[in-house]
């Protein structure tokens, strides 16, 4: 399997962003880590070798990269306001750096397909409904859809609202929902066993946000997984390994 690692440029955050791209050929997969979590952190906790023989077979190429959660999201210490603008700083690193860079990497691929677990679902779930221009399809595992939920605090302003899809999702309408009608398909899927309820809150955020996007008539999918299947690595592994085939 081929492994590119490659380090971007990111004006305005504190540190170059990483992107390990796995793959030779097929269609990209934009993959967000889980919370707080790197570029490698995929691969080390064994997601890269749970589609390895869609990679190898040409299907998928990954493009795993860092977050900014330890200093917009995760950051407890500052209001929820001021933790979405800095959000803001890495949604325009993915755009106007990530994304070119995956086009120059797989020109003619087919549309971006974005992923992740657990807060790296949120990203995946939020890029898309934001920018289904570029990601059409997201594939989005035990996320939390409602930033507010994280121990937020403080004023909330327009970048709150506009990076949560608790707050918008109810407010879209007119030619904008249409055209998602027309070109979206997310699919949420999660367990209800441990940890997917309390502390993360991602059962019911999935269950609500589920709601939402049928009330609007967005498609999506979801698939909720037993009582034993808990928000840990092992279930993502297999759950990715049944979802992702579906789409390449």
């Known amino acids: 399997m081929e492994r590119e690692q490659v380090e971007l440029e990111a004006p305005g955050l504190d540190r170059r ?3 390990i791209r796995y793959g030779h050929f097929g269609r990209p997969v934009l ?10 952190d995929y691969e080390n906790n064994g997601m890269v070798d749970a589609v390895a023989s869609l990679i190898e077979a040409g299907r ?3 493009y795993c990269v860092d977050s900014y959660d330890h200093v917009s999201w995760s950051d407890r210490s500052i209001q929820l306001e001021l933790r979405a603008r800095r959000h803001e700083l890495y949604e325009s690193w993915i755009v106007n750096q990530v994304v070119p860079a995956i086009g120059a990497d797989s020109p003619g691929a ?12 949120y990203h995946a779930l939020n890029f898309a409904l934001k920018r289904a221009d570029l990601f059409p399809i997201a ?3 035990s996320g939390n859809y409602d930033a507010a939920s994280w121990h937020g605090w403080g004023e909330r302003g327009t970048a709150t ?3 949560n899809p608790a707050d918008y999702l109810p407010n879209l309408s007119g030619d904008h929902l249409e055209w998602l009608r027309s070109r979206l398909f997310l699919v949420l899927t ?3 066993g441990d940890w997917e309820t309390h502390p993360t809150g991602s059962l019911p955020s999935a269950l609500k946000t589920a709601a939402l996007l049928a009330e609007k008539g967005i498609p999506h999918e979801l698939d909720l997984w037993g ?9 993502w592994r297999q759950q990715i390994a049944h979802h992702l085939p579906r789409f390449c």
């Open 139 to 141: 594939i989005c595992q």
């Open 60 to 62: 998928v190429k990954l």
């Open 161 to 163: 609202y506009f990076n």
């Open 17 to 19: 962003g990483t992107v």
């Open 190 to 192: 999660v367990g209800q």
């Open 31 to 40: 993959v967000f880590p889980s919370e707080q979590g790197r570029a490698w």
């Open 227 to 235: 009582y034993d299947v808990a928000h840990d690595w092992p279930w």
């Open 110 to 121: 087919p549309d971006i397909i974005t992923t992740g677990c657990s807060l790296g679902a």
